[in-house]
Structure formats: structure tokens, C-alpha cells
């Protein structure tokens, strides 16, 4: 994983060095989950924000990579789950258009809480998306798979949902 990281940002700062036609941005997105599967066995929803960091590599192509915090709305039976995704990965403009398309990877610490105990576990994770991006405002649908959930008996059921951010980039490097 570690090395992925190194290897995105090594690309980026070299291929961006000669074909870089924006700057980098920082921005932050305020997120939701409709989970799907055995994610909405567990939840019905869930909300967090998120720290995003876009590097140019071409005029078209941008190295991404976010940390976030997402947080269950509800607590099913006494149950409750947090989760903290750190995902890396690719943004691809479509043309001259203001859509784009993304694909991230990286790992998730997923809190499950409930009945007096807690569960912590880092669970490898993806998210798929596309958006549109107008000057500093992005807004952006997609599925992540932020891992699996471990069921007690050995066995872990993976977790999904649609993902809808909104997000706004204040300060350009």
C-alpha cells in the first residue's frame, strides 16, 4: 500500500513537471452513503467529510488522494460503525468538459461498536466515481467499498454503498 503511495506521488511530481497546467488544490467534501448489500443490513444511512488533495499530471489527468471520517446516522440494535477511509488514485477529465472520472484505492479503518464491545480493523478499499467540477466547487456520484465487516463466526461480509460528495477546493499550491 505504502508503496502505491510513493509510486502516485513520484509519477505525478515528475509527469507533472513538464505537463502541469493547474495547480495543485487542497479541498474538503461533505459526504453521504445510501449502503447497499450487507452495508444496509447495518445501516441506513451514513455522513462524514473528508480532506482531498488533487496533483495535475497532464492537463487531463490528475494523482488524488483523501483521509476522511464517516460515521453510521443510525444505530441499528446497539450497533454502531465508524469509518476512517485513506484512498489514493487517478482523476481523468473528459475533454474540454467540466466531467470527470475517478477510481481510488486504499485502505479503511472500519469501528464497529455495540452490546459493550468494539472492534477495530483496516480493511482494504476502492471507490468509483464521476462528477463535474465547476471553478472551486465539485460535486461527484459513485460506489466505494470501504472493506468488509467481520461477522463474528470467521467469516466477513464485504460492505458497499452509493456515494454522493460535495466538495469545495480552498487553496490552489
Given at each position: 500500500m505504502l508503496r502505491a503511495m510513493i509510486l502516485v506521488a513520484v509519477v505525478a511530481s515528475l509527469a507533472g513537471r513538464t505537463a502541469r497546467a493547474d495547480p495543485a488544490t487542497l479541498?474538503?467534501?461533505a459526504v453521504g452513503v445510501a449502503p447497499v448489500g450487507a452495508y444496509s443490513d447495518v445501516s441506513t444511512a451514513a455522513f462524514g467529510a473528508d480532506a482531498r488533495i488533487a496533483y495535475p499530471v497532464t492537463?487531463?489527468?490528475a494523482a488524488i488522494g483523501r483521509v476522511g471520517y464517516?460515521?453510521?446516522?443510525?444505530?441499528?440494535?446497539?450497533?454502531?460503525?465508524?469509518?476512517?477511509?485513506v484512498l489514493?488514485?487517478?482523476?481523468?477529465?473528459?475533454?474540454?468538459?467540466?466531467?470527470?472520472?475517478?477510481?481510488?484505492?486504499?485502505?479503511?479503518v472500519i469501528t464497529e461498536s455495540g452490546m459493550g464491545t468494539s472492534l477495530t480493523n483496516a480493511r482494504f478499499g476502492f471507490q468509483l466515481?464521476?462528477?463535474?467540477q465547476a471553478g472551486k466547487l465539485e460535486a461527484k456520484l459513485g460506489y466505494w467499498v470501504p472493506g468488509s465487516e467481520d461477522l463474528g463466526n470467521g467469516r466477513d461480509s464485504t460492505?458497499?454503498?452509493?456515494?454522493?460528495?460535495?466538495?469545495?477546493?480552498?487553496?490552489?499550491?
Open positions: 479541498g474538503v467534501d492537463s487531463s489527468v464517516v460515521q453510521d446516522a443510525n444505530q441499528m440494535a446497539g450497533f454502531s460503525m465508524s469509518i476512517v477511509p489514493v488514485g487517478a482523476r481523468v477529465r473528459l475533454g474540454a468538459s467540466h466531467v470527470f472520472v475517478d477510481a481510488e484505492l486504499g485502505a479503511s466515481g464521476a462528477g463535474y460492505l458497499g454503498g452509493v456515494v454522493a460528495s460535495v466538495g469545495y477546493d480552498f487553496i490552489a499550491l
